[in-house]
């Protein structure tokens, strides 16, 4: 069943139940914020301080970055992780498929005001696939006569146990730039956390979270980067939309094209990138 609902202030948002799993979905954004397989818990986090308004992103589910990753490379006023997690998208498609699992296509295009933050015509859609597994597949579309640059993250927040009880297996003998210190080093063992984390992963293969409850597999399709974030207590004091121990229960596991990532597409060329959580 697909129901589509708003909030009292006009927010809208779709609401999926099926056989295998129920989700939420915004509009504004092509947002992600619930995806919970049938008797399992939660696969994702969401802020119980987080708005739910037009023109402020969730902090939550799975923000849409593009077409910038973190900060704009030259221009510090603009938004961080582009303007896609703050703009309205249209639905156009919503199918039950045989199998009973359903599809979701979302679509971005440019418009007045996305020009004048970024001046490409493209095409972006977000297909969003509700089974046993939530797979999600990003396409890009140059619809310009000039190439364009263009740096994405399906920004993930993982609902977990608790940050400290994580292990992420897979990330061994990778390099990682690190953001808090700048500097560029090399993973040797699963990683665990004990302190607030925020750098680039260069992977990508399969990476796997394990909390006290369940593991969880990352699988994705066109990145070579991964982003591994906790903002921790102090962080988290100075954002108005986290409760003082969020922190603890979220982790993003962000499948990107960030840093040396970033993809040049060339007129009429897509990239595809994506993930399948299970
Ligand atoms: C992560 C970045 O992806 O997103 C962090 O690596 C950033 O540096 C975090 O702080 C949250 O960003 P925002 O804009 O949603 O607060």
Redesign the pocket.
């Known amino acids: 069943m697909i129901q589509h609902k708003q909030l009292q202030n006009g927010f809208k948002y779709m609401e999926i139940n099926n056989v295998y799993a129920s989700a939420k979905i915004a509009l504004q954004g092509a947002h992600i914020w619930a995806y919970t397989p049938k008797d399992k818990s939660d696969l994702l986090w969401v802020s119980e301080a987080s708005y739910f308004e037009e023109g402020k992103?969730i902090r939550g589910g799975i923000?849409v970055c593009f077409p910038w990753f973190?900060k704009h490379a030259t221009d510090a006023s603009l938004p961080?992780?582009g303007f896609a997690r703050t703009s309205l998208w249209k639905l156009v498609k919503e199918v039950v498929q045989a199998d009973g699992s359903t599809l979701v296509r979302l679509e971005l295009r440019e418009t007045a005001q996305s020009l004048k933050l970024w001046p490409y015509k493209f095409t972006l859609t977000l297909d969003v696939h509700i089974a046993d597994s939530l797979s999600i597949t990003m396409s890009i579309k140059n619809a310009d006569e000039k190439a364009f640059e263009v740096g994405t993250?399906l920004?993930t927040y993982l609902h977990i146990s608790d940050v400290e009880d994580v292990n992420i297996d897979g990330l061994q003998n990778t390099s990682y730039f690190d953001?808090l210190t700048q500097s560029t080093q090399i993973q040797k063992d699963p990683l665990q956390i004990d302190k607030e984390i925020?750098r680039v992963y260069t992977v990508s293969n399969r990476v796997s979270m394990s909390d006290k409850h369940h593991t969880i597999n990352i699988e994705p399709q066109g990145s070579n980067t991964l982003?591994v974030?906790n903002?921790w207590k102090k962080k988290s004091a100075s954002?108005g939309d986290m409760t003082k121990d969020g922190y603890k229960t979220m982790l993003?596991l962000?499948t990107a094209n960030a840093r040396e990532d970033v993809r040049v597409v060339k007129p009429q060329e897509t990239h595809v990138m994506g993930v399948i959580y299970r």
């Open positions: 992103t923000p973190g961080q992780h993250a920004h953001a925020d982003v974030w903002p954002m993003c962000e």
